[in-house]
Nanobody
Framework: QVQLVESGGGLVQPGGSLRLSCAAS????????MAWYRQAPGKQREMVARITSHGTTNVEESVKGRFTVSRGNAQNTVYLQMNSLKPEDTAVYSC??????????WGLGTQVTVSS
């Protein structure tokens, strides 16, 4: 059983930065992609950024140039560096891991609130 645990969320003023972490534990096999999603109140969940096992990254258009996704050396950790945060970035940010087998896992999420 794989568990994903996110951390690093919190309250930050507009223009500030946060770095989210997602660590996978348990029987982690070949990972195909790890991704960050967010869901704001009353809105659908959307993908924010993803990184494949080969290091290819994609970020959603609204966060391009502000958010960066990366992996740790252990390969089972993924980070989301968020700069120049805006109030509209307020959401619960969750981590998703998809293995080459097709199995996927989700973390419980971490709250990010951008407010003055």
């Amino acid at each position: 059983q794989v568990q994903l645990v996110e951390s690093g969320g919190g309250l930050v003023q507009p223009g500030g930065s946060l770095r989210l972490s997602c660590a996978a534990s348990g029987e982690v096999f070949a990972i195909y992609v790890m991704a960050w999603y967010r869901q704001a109140p009353g809105k659908q969940r959307e993908m924010v950024a993803r990184i494949t096992s080969h290091g290819t990254t994609n970020v959603e258009e609204s966060v391009k140039g502000r958010f960066t996704v990366s992996r740790g050396n252990a390969q089972n950790t993924v980070y989301l560096q968020m700069n120049s945060l805006k109030p509209e970035d307020t959401a619960v940010y969750s981590c998703r891991q998809v293995e080459c087998s097709g199995l996927e896992y989700w973390g419980l999420g971490t709250q990010v609130t951008v407010s003055s």
